[in-house]
């Protein structure tokens, strides 16, 4: 099984603005290298066979202009594909549209870095509750489980047992470390230390129901 704590020191994680048609949007951007190649990587982001080895199960069109499903999660339309080097879509969850782009590099000696961003028009009073962690926690438990199935495709982690290693006490662990490296990345971002972290407690509740 992969060891939570380096998976959360392997892990980048940057916050960042952008301003859109619609107004200000904040930008969260995730990215890990892993040991295989573009093309081996790319099919594993993009195949509907392999997406839910790691992630979730999807159903769909998945070519541009057509329209995905994550079970139990979200959905969208595949706006942009570059093979094999990225891809974006829209991503509709809660009634609320947000963007994510996938990019592909190679980081030389076979490896592959693969970094998501998501870009979202998040209002003042929910980031002064949860801060990023709120989509930052659920990105990381994603890059665990690719990080999981790219090392030894060890089933404990299988997103079919997700809900119950997420009650667990390694995942409620787990989603703590990752709640405090969210904090660390908006503390960089020019949030209030404090602050920071008093959002990711609170996210941490929200997820753990603690």
């Not at 093309?39 to 790691?54: A, C, G, H, N, Q």
């Not at 002064?128 to 659920?138: E, L």
């Not at 490296?181 to 008093?198: F, H, K, M, V």
Request: proline content about 4%; some cysteine; hydrophobic content about 40%.
């Amino acid at each position: 099984m992969i060891d939570t704590k380096h998976q959360i020191s392997a892990v980048r994680r940057a916050i960042g603005d952008r301003e859109l048609e619609a107004g200000q949007a904040r930008v969260l951007t995730v990215s890990e290298v892993y040991d295989t190649d573009i093309d081996d990587l790319w099919d594993v982001v993009t195949s509907p066979e392999r997406i839910p080895r790691w992630f979730l199960p999807i159903s769909g069109d998945l070519t541009v202009g057509g329209h995905y499903q994550l079970e139990g999660n979200a959905g969208g339309t595949i706006t942009r594909c570059d093979k094999p080097r990225s891809y974006a879509a829209t991503w509709e969850a809660m009634g609320q549209v947000s963007w994510i782009e996938v990019r592909l590099t190679p980081e030389g000696d076979g490896r592959t870095r693969f970094e998501l961003e998501h870009v979202a028009h998040v209002g003042d009073d929910m980031w002064d509750q949860f801060g990023p962690g709120a989509v930052g926690i659920g990105w990381d438990m994603g890059f665990l489980g690719l990080a999981n199935y790219m090392s030894d495709r060890d089933p404990t982690l299988d997103p079919k047992n997700g809900v119950a290693w997420a009650a667990s006490a390694e995942g409620k662990e787990f989603m703590r470390l990752s709640g405090e490296a969210w904090a660390e990345a908006a503390i960089a971002y020019g949030d209030d230390p404090q602050a920071a972290r008093e959002r990711a407690d609170r996210v941490y509740a929200a997820y753990t129901g603690s």
